[in-house]
């Protein structure tokens, strides 16, 4: 069974500064979806970055971009101008789309501060 | 709606009740999840429909959850004789895409359950 592991359970950066959270993940699969979402007090999962494991460019979605790196089943998120609003529960997923599967496998989350 | 809603946002019941939580998915999306997310931890699948068809359950804990999406659209998921253990946040998701896409799937805010 697929396994996502985020090994830092809690991180914080100052304002406006850069902040990296890792995930690493195990599967056999070749083909695959990594995301890493962002939950708030409010409890809503929302998508922060998607990333297809067949495509080889790492995913940018204004202040946030991913490190993918297939051969070592790592795909970091980075924070580059570390906003107040950022601060909130970092989830790591892994979703296999093999023979339809859809479910999304998530890791035990990064609790990111940010200090003002 | 605009998004994924669910009722109700907050659930108390004591052990031994059934109680049933509700899930309104995106308007015209075909795929439904339940994920269950324990205290400090990241969430885990329960049980995903493609419209009306139950494609998969086999995250459910044990036969005293139930799920069902009579018309393809809303969905309920029933928990019978709670139990402490049952303490936790479903989030209900929904995703325009059918088996082997893309992802990505949008959250609900959950169901806070606190067994007493």
């Known amino acids: 069974a697929q396994t996502v592991t985020q090994s830092q359970p809690e991180m914080s950066v100052q304002e406006a500064e850069t902040v990296t959270l890792s995930c690493t993940y195990d599967t056999s699969e070749s083909d695959y979806y990594l995301f890493w979402y962002k939950q708030p007090p409010s409890r809503q999962m929302i998508l922060v970055i998607r990333?297809?494991?067949?495509?080889?460019q790492n995913a940018t979605e204004n202040r946030f971009s991913v490190n993918f790196q297939k051969a070592a089943k790592s795909f970091s998120l980075k924070i580059s101008d570390s906003q107040l609003g950022d601060a909130a529960m970092y989830f790591c997923a892994y979703l296999d789309i093999i023979q339809g599967a859809q479910k999304l496998v998530f890791g035990q989350g990064t609790r990111l501060t940010i200090n003002p | 709606g605009a998004g994924v809603s669910q009722s109700p946002r907050y659930k108390v019941a004591k052990r031994g009740q059934d109680v049933a939580l509700r899930c309104d998915p995106i308007?015209?999306?075909?795929?439904l999840f339940w994920y269950q997310q324990a205290l400090g931890q990241g969430p885990e699948f329960l049980t995903y429909?493609?419209?009306?068809?139950?494609?998969?359950k086999s995250g459910l804990p044990s036969d005293r959850f139930f799920a069902e999406r009579p018309e393809g659209s809303v969905s309920t998921l029933k928990i019978q004789r709670t139990q402490q253990e049952d303490s936790a946040v479903y989030l209900c998701?929904?995703?325009?895409?059918?088996?082997?896409?893309?992802?990505?799937?949008?959250f609900g805010d959950g169901t806070r359950l606190s067994i007493l």
């Open positions: 308007s015209g999306h075909v795929s």
């Open positions: 990333q297809e494991a067949y495509k080889q």
């Open positions: 998701a929904s995703s325009l895409y059918r088996g082997g896409g893309p992802g990505p799937q949008h």
């Open positions: 429909f493609q419209n009306e068809a139950q494609l998969d």
